[in-house]
T-cell receptor, first 112, second 113 residues
Framework: GESVGLHLPTLSVQEGDNSIINCAYS??????FIWYKQESGKGPQFIID?????DKRQGQRVTVLLNKTVKHLSLQIAATQPGDSAVYFC???????????FGSGTRLLVRP | SAVISQKPSRDICQRGTSLTIQCQVD?????MFWYRQQPGQSLTLIAT?????????ESGFVIDKFPISRPNLTFSTLTVSNMSPEDSSIYLC??????????FGQGTRLTVV
């Protein structure tokens, strides 16, 4: 089966610094990956996704890197802002099913 | 994108009773999913709600406990039956409107007392 794990439960960064959140997955057949942001009392909010035919994808202030060789992906947030404080989840799926397996979550704390 | 509305947004229920959670999507979607998020934890998939057929449940979840309806392409319900305090969680529905990322509702925060 699939399991998705995160390396750090809590990440504290200084406002303005870059943040890197890491995630490992176990199923090499996973071919679709998403990062979600969840603020307190809200549902997960889509940040960025990447398919297995790509190594890198960039959005606004965010970049996702995928290393299929070691089954690892990361989310990089540039110039972290207080509004970025939330719990971040990675999720993996086999594209044909769209069933998402979520990681355990990393809480990002931004220090002013 | 898709807008997903869930109700109720929260409820406090007595043990032994049942609660039905509704999920409405603003467009027709093929796939709808129900997840559970226990306090301080990640999301776990309960089942896939299939339009026109029975839901497909993940390991550890059964239809008698979590009956699901999917009467059309924009709506689904999840019932949490015979509730116990261990069922206290946030329940979320999501959908994939075509070949795009999954969108989530705001969740239903259930407390069983």
């Amino acid at each position: 089966g699939e399991s998705v794990g995160l390396h750090l439960p809590t990440l504290s960064v200084q406002e303005g610094d870059n943040s890197i959140i890491n995630c490992a997955y176990s199923n090499s057949a996973s071919d679709y990956f998403i990062w979600y942001k969840q603020e307190s009392g809200k549902g997960p909010q889509f940040i960025i996704d990447i398919r297995s035919n790509m190594d890198k994808r960039q959005g606004q202030r965010v970049t996702v890197l995928l290393n299929k060789t070691v089954k690892h992906l990361s989310l990089q947030i540039a110039a972290t802002q207080p509004g970025d404080s939330a719990v971040y989840f990675c999720a993996a799926a086999m594209d044909s099913s769209y069933k998402l397996i979520f990681g355990s979550g990393t809480r990002l704390l931004v220090r002013p | 994108s898709a807008v997903i509305s869930q109700k109720p947004s929260r409820d406090i229920c007595q043990r032994g009773t049942s609660l039905t959670i509704q999920c409405q999507v603003d467009s027709q979607v093929t796939m709808m999913f129900w997840y559970r998020q226990q306090p301080g934890q990640s999301l776990t998939l309960i089942a896939t709600a299939n339009q026109g057929s029975e839901a497909t449940y993940e390991s550890g979840f059964v239809i008698d406990k979590f009956p699901i309806s999917r009467p059309n392409l924009t709506f689904s319900t999840l019932t949490v039956s015979n509730m116990s305090p261990e069922d206290s969680s946030i329940y979320l529905c999501s959908s994939h409107p075509g070949d795009t990322e999954a969108f989530f509702g705001q969740g239903t925060r259930l407390t069983v007392v």
